[in-house]
């Protein structure tokens, strides 16, 4: 295949990458940033990834670039569907394709106004200011603990309008969710269906006890099944969803922010001295400790070009974030 800068890049092969996959990523950015490799699913033939922000940010946005299209990939999708964990969350937002995906995703863009976002924030800082003035009377914090565990769960019970008591016992089942989305593995482990069926008998309680907030995102989606417009399991699935996107990747993001700062201690002293800000900082720690390194991959529902590189009606293709 050729690549761009006249270069071809090597078949990528995702599963054997070891821990430190981020100078192989670098190394097929630097050979023109696409690359055929190994299908994130035993079920398709092999897949395209892409490797460069430009490329990324092309796939991502690509409207022919789909999660499930009609035609060739309907018996795929329909052989993944068929698993415990991928039947719930493929009815979540993340999965679904236009026009269905703005039907779902209504519920969020009502939650994250530019007033909510704003009034969050606030109530974030105070969070942290907190818990770091009682780190700092105490003479030490487990970060991970201390800081990102509660500071993320506080977020998702604001966002959802939803109480979690215990969140510890949230993130154990949420943890062990995480495998279904693991390229490494083939199939997704038995652990990780069973902890598909915890929380979503967690999210069924909460449904059946009708605790949640009436402004929160929660509240929102009930009202699009009591208006019939989503059906009763697309909740289930999406409250769900959410529980788990909204902490699992901000907890991690967080335990790699930290120990990039411990292990490059020329930049903390930049941040300490006050030479960069804070902001500037997260988004370069949210970028080079990137918590999630493959978007789901998307279908090409016609023949495209990316990068020089035909893709094919029915070919997979992957933007590898990290
Ligand atoms: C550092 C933190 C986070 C990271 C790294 C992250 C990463 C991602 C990625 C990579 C996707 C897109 C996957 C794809 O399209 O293939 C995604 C989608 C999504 N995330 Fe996050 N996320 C983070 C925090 C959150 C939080 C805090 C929430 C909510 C409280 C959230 C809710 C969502 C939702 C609803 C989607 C689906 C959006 C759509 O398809 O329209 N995420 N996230």
């Not at 001295?273 to 988004?283: F, Y």
């Not at 720690?285 to 390194?293: D, E, F, I, T, W």
């Amino acid at each position: 295949m050729r690549a761009g800068h006249g270069m071809t890049a090597p078949f990528f092969n995702p599963f054997a990458l070891g821990e430190d996959p981020f100078a192989h990523f670098a190394e097929m950015r630097a050979l023109g940033g696409i690359a055929r490799g190994a299908a994130p699913y035993p079920e398709l033939a092999d897949a395209h990834y892409v490797f460069s922000h430009e490329l990324v940010s092309r796939v991502l946005k690509h409207p022919a670039l789909l999660q499930a299209p009609p035609g060739r990939y309907e018996e795929v999708r329909r052989k993944l569907v068929d698993q415990a964990p991928m039947a719930l969350l493929s009815r979540s937002v993340m999965l679904a394709d236009p026009p269905h995906h703005g039907e779902l995703r209504r519920p969020v863009a009502g939650c994250l106004s530019r007033s909510a976002v704003e009034t969050l924030t606030q109530g974030l800082r105070a969070l942290s200011r907190e818990l770091v003035d009682r780190a700092m009377a105490d003479g030490r914090i487990d970060a991970v603990a201390g800081l990102a565990v509660p500071v993320s769960f506080w977020l998702l019970q604001e966002i959802m309008g939803i109480e979690i008591e215990d969140p510890w016992a949230l993130k154990s089942v949420t943890s062990r969710m995480a495998g279904a989305f693991d390229l490494r593995t083939d199939q997704p482990p038995a652990a990780s269906a069973a902890a598909y069926g915890e929380c979503r008998a967690f999210v069924e309680e909460r449904l059946a006890q009708q605790a949640f907030r009436p402004d929160g995102m929660v509240a929102r989606m009930a009202r699009e099944v009591a208006e019939g417009r989503w059906s009763r399991e697309d909740m289930v699935a999406n409250v769900v969803f959410m529980l788990f996107a909204g902490q699992e990747t901000v907890v991690d993001a967080f335990g790699n922010a930290v120990v990039a700062l411990h292990r490059f201690p020329e930049q903390r002293d930049l941040l300490e001295r006050r030479a960069v800000d804070w902001s500037s900082a997260a988004a370069e720690l949210l970028r080079y400790g990137a918590s999630v390194q493959y978007a789901v991959a998307r279908i090409a529902a016609e023949d495209i070009d990316l990068g020089n590189v035909g893709i094919a009606n029915g070919e997979a293709v992957v933007a590898v974030l990290g």
